[in-house]
Nanobody, 123 residues
Framework: QVQMMESGGGSAQSGGSLRLSCAAS????????MGWFRQAPGKEREGVAQ???????LYAKSVEGRFTISRDSAENLLYLQMSSLRPEDTGMYYCAADPGRCLGASVLEYIYRGQGTQVTVSS
């Protein structure tokens, strides 16, 4: 059974930082491309960042230069380091994984996802 669980969400002030983590089952983590997407209230889901099975990454223009995605294969953990946070970064953040799709596809299409963790940024 695929298990993915996010943690690290919370509240931050504008300009602050947060680091999200996502724990995934080993069988999925080891063979999947992974990523993060978010959804703000009343808005559509938005892909945030993706990473392949190595170190190649893609970012949404809205977060490029502020967010960093990384993965720890020894611990089966996916991270999203968020800096220079803005109020518009507020939303529920989800990690996602797919053993087939990778950087050529949208993270919104990845077949496995967690339950989400809330990020709130105040001005």
């Amino acid at each position: 059974q695929v298990q993915m669980m996010e943690s690290g969400g919370g509240s931050a002030q504008s300009g602050g930082s947060l680091r999200l983590s996502c724990a995934a089952s080993e069988d999925i983590f080891s063979r999947s491309c992974m990523g993060w997407f978010r959804q703000a209230p009343g808005k559509e889901r938005e892909g945030v960042a993706q990473i392949d099975r190595g170190t190649n990454t893609l970012y949404a223009k809205s977060v490029e230069g502020r967010f960093t995605i990384s993965r720890d294969s020894a611990e089966n953990l996916l991270y999203l380091q968020m800096s220079s946070l803005r109020p518009e970064d507020t939303g529920m953040y989800y990690c996602a994984a797919d053993p087939g799709r990778c950087l050529g596809a949208s993270v919104l299409e990845y077949i496995y996802r967690g339950q989400g963790t809330q990020v709130t940024v105040s001005s």
